[in-house]
């Protein structure tokens, strides 16, 4: 009963984490496209952000193998909350620019390279054996119900407050 709890709470956190994340990089979309009127500059998000996991990956696994995954997925989602955090902070000082959102993707994809095989790790660690259909299905479900409500949800908040608005939830 216990590893159960501890994996709702673990996969509940991270849905939540992920949401999150998803609604800010959509917002983000948002605002460098209203800011340049540019696919080219708004889909070089997309390449910001992958390049550094594509570039970390091969290291990213073994180095998660031998690591605390639990340290490895709090480092990575604290660096990620502080990347929103001066996104946030630059934002609301009107000092925004376009490269700081390529820099910050880069870190963001830096840390996803992480985050995703610790994340898979430790869902193995944690979920009990004779759960892992249901465990699958959840995280499945959270995945999927980001990819559809975080663009909805992000569009919503943005047209109520902006980009602070979305960074800020």
């Known amino acids: 009963m216990k590893q159960q709890v501890n ?3 673990f996969w509940g956190s991270q849905s939540l984490s992920q949401l999150g994340s998803a609604m800010s990089g959509f917002a983000l979309i948002l605002w460098v496209y209203r800011q340049t009127g540019s696919a080219m500059t708004t889909s070089l998000l997309t390449f910001f952000s992958y390049l550094p996991m594509i570039l970390a990956s091969t290291a990213a696994g073994p180095f998660v193998d031998m690591h605390k995954k639990k340290t490895i997925m709090l480092l990575c989602d604290l660096i990620a909350a502080l990347c929103s955090c001066w996104v946030l902070a630059v934002l609301l000082l009107g000092r925004l620019e376009l490269w700081h ?10 840390m996803n390279a992480f985050q995703i095989p610790a994340h898979a790790v430790a869902v193995g ?14 995280n499945s479900f959270s995945s999927n119900l ?9 569009a919503a908040l943005y047209s109520i407050g902006r980009l602070s608005g979305v960074v800020l939830f």
């Open 146 to 154: 980001c990819t559809v409500a975080a663009p909805m949800l992000a």
């Open 101 to 110: 959102i390529y820099v910050v993707n880069g870190i963001v994809g830096l």
């Open 7 to 9: 994996f709702l709470l």
């Open 125 to 138: 660690l944690i979920a009990p054996g004779q759960q892992y259909g249901r465990v699958s299905g959840l």
